[in-house]
């Protein structure tokens, strides 16, 4: 028979979010009556992977039994990797601006969605981009004036994420970790405002969304690319 086992029952407070590996590895959010910390249980040891007066959630687990999460700063949300017991925590990003919702692969590739402010313009104050981690380097997956958002990366690599321009439907985007073109756009729409932006996409994969009301859509394509086409898509190049 199957049997039920409390691997919390001693903290006195609630217990939220638990994920579980492909060993039995378990990590959640440890609420103590302050904040949320990062609980890590295997073969019956706990290990407070944080301890501090800041909240940290948003945690992932792989089968590393490696976690990344994202910790307040007192500031804002940052992302952090924890690779083991004894081993510094190290930290993936560092701004002034919120890094949430984590995800990583078994290979502790890391995306997560960052506000980014870098495009602020009239009427514009900023959205949230798809950021990847991997190899010691950070990159800049998205780049546009749209939210993107709830990445996730698959053990090959590949992202993907739901994406919308403000007030449009979301929709669903797929790129790759490297060996990107990039492709910078133009959307004219019917009333004459004009949207201008990025898109990164691999070799070997679509990159889609859809827009309403579009009048026409200039795009500079790289070399050995294609421009885009049928509003906002890109082809295999």
């Given at each position: 028979k199957s049997s039920?086992?409390?691997?919390?029952?001693?903290?006195?407070?609630?217990?939220?979010?638990?994920?579980?590996?492909?060993?039995?590895?378990?990590?959640?959010?440890?609420?103590?009556?302050?904040?949320?910390?990062?609980?890590?249980w295997k073969a019956n040891v706990l290990t407070m992977v944080t301890n501090n007066d800041l909240y940290d959630s948003y945690r992932?687990?792989?089968?590393?039994?490696?976690?990344?999460?994202a910790g307040y700063d007192g500031n804002d949300y940052e992302i952090y990797l924890w690779t083991g017991v004894g081993v510094p925590?190290?930290?993936?990003?560092?701004?002034?601006?919120?890094?949430?919702?984590?995800?990583?692969?078994?290979?502790?590739?890391?995306?997560?969605?960052?506000?980014?402010?870098?495009e602020v313009s009239d009427g514009h104050s900023g959205d949230f981009e798809i950021f990847y981690y991997g190899d010691g380097s950070v990159k800049q997956i998205s780049r546009n004036e749209s939210n993107d958002l709830i990445p996730r990366i698959t053990d090959g690599g590949n992202i993907v994420w739901t994406g919308s321009e403000w007030g449009e439907a979301y929709q669903v985007h797929v790129a790759g970790k490297e060996n990107y073109y990039e492709y910078s756009y133009t959307f004219t729409?019917?009333?004459?405002?004009?949207?201008?932006?990025?898109v990164r996409t691999t070799a070997n994969q679509?990159?889609?969304?859809?827009?309403?009301?579009?009048?026409?859509?200039?795009?500079?394509?790289?070399?050995?690319?294609h421009p885009l086409q049928n509003a906002w898509v890109t082809e295999n190049a």
């Amino acid at each position: 028979k199957s049997s039920i086992k409390n691997v919390s029952q001693t903290n006195p407070y609630s217990d939220r979010f638990p994920q579980l590996n492909d060993n039995g590895a378990l990590t959640w959010t440890w609420e103590d009556g302050n904040d949320g910390e990062i609980a890590f249980w295997k073969a019956n040891v706990l290990t407070m992977v944080t301890n501090n007066d800041l909240y940290d959630s948003y945690r992932r687990i792989n089968n590393l039994d490696h976690i990344v999460y994202a910790g307040y700063d007192g500031n804002d949300y940052e992302i952090y990797l924890w690779t083991g017991v004894g081993v510094p925590v190290q930290q993936i990003t560092n701004n002034d601006t919120n890094d949430t919702f984590p995800r990583m692969n078994n290979s502790d590739e890391i995306v997560w969605q960052g506000f980014d402010v870098s495009e602020v313009s009239d009427g514009h104050s900023g959205d949230f981009e798809i950021f990847y981690y991997g190899d010691g380097s950070v990159k800049q997956i998205s780049r546009n004036e749209s939210n993107d958002l709830i990445p996730r990366i698959t053990d090959g690599g590949n992202i993907v994420w739901t994406g919308s321009e403000w007030g449009e439907a979301y929709q669903v985007h797929v790129a790759g970790k490297e060996n990107y073109y990039e492709y910078s756009y133009t959307f004219t729409y019917s009333n004459g405002d004009k949207y201008f932006g990025t898109v990164r996409t691999t070799a070997n994969q679509y990159y889609v969304g859809y827009k309403k009301n579009i009048t026409t859509i200039e795009g500079l394509a790289p070399k050995g690319g294609h421009p885009l086409q049928n509003a906002w898509v890109t082809e295999n190049a």
